[in-house]
């Protein structure tokens, strides 16, 4: 199936989705199933392929290719909407936790052990919108304003920009308004750092 509920509303491709699983898991069927769409692809799916350009990118299970994507590319692609360049200032003995600098921006994140990333590595830094915390978080604290808030039901989705300049996205269900100075923080865990030289690309190519 190639983007069969493309051009359908919103409300009639949730239903068509729900029938497609609920046809091919009673029937046992295997089916390859093309798409652009990330809800789409983590609900449908049983094993996610991503492609790049042609090329594979990553394949798991949903929830392995949502948690931990194997590249920028990867991430951006399955909603990681923060991408931040950035540089690494401290590796810790630990080669998967390294100190990452991106103007007023000072993160600590989890990189690939296997990525090579020393003291100087141009990067990369992910971090979902649900994954910042409004207010004090003891790390990964960062300060900044609040430009554009969207009411989506019980959450909010912020754009904000820190002093240096840094656009941040986040999603809250406490209230904000725009003008407002908000504290945000992230768990190390949620912080992923890339190297650079994985380009993103646009993701008119990417298919899940």
Do not use: C, W
């Not at 919103?10 to 497609?20: D, K, V």
């Not at 492609?51 to 194997?70: D, F, H, I, S």
Request: aromatic share 4%.
């Amino acid at each position: 199936m190639d983007e069969p509920l493309s051009n359908l509303d919103a409300a009639l491709r949730i239903e068509m989705r729900t029938e497609i699983k609920r046809l091919y898991q009673e029937r046992e069927l295997s089916v390859l199933y093309v798409t652009h769409d990330q809800e789409e692809a983590l609900s449908l799916a049983t094993r996610l392929v991503v492609l790049r350009a042609g090329r594979l990118e990553q394949t798991g299970t949903p929830e392995q290719v949502y948690t931990q994507p194997a590249s920028a590319y990867v991430a951006s692609f399955m909603g990681y909407r923060n991408m931040v360049a950035a540089r690494v200032e401290e590796v810790d003995g630990d080669p998967r936790r390294v100190t990452v600098v991106a103007g007023d921006l000072r993160l600590r994140g989890t990189a690939d052990p296997d990525a090579g990333l020393r003291v100087g590595s141009d990067v990369l830094v992910a971090v979902r919108p649900e994954d910042f915390v409004l207010g004090r978080a003891g790390v990964n604290d960062v300060n900044a304003l609040a430009e554009v808030v969207e009411y989506h039901g019980r959450e909010l989705a912020v754009r904000a920009r820190t002093e240096g300049g840094t656009v941040l996205h986040f999603r809250t269900e406490k209230p904000v308004t725009a003008g407002a100075r908000v504290p945000l923080g992230a768990p190390e865990e949620r912080v992923l750092v890339f190297p650079t030289e994985q380009l993103l690309g646009t993701h008119d190519d990417a298919d899940g």
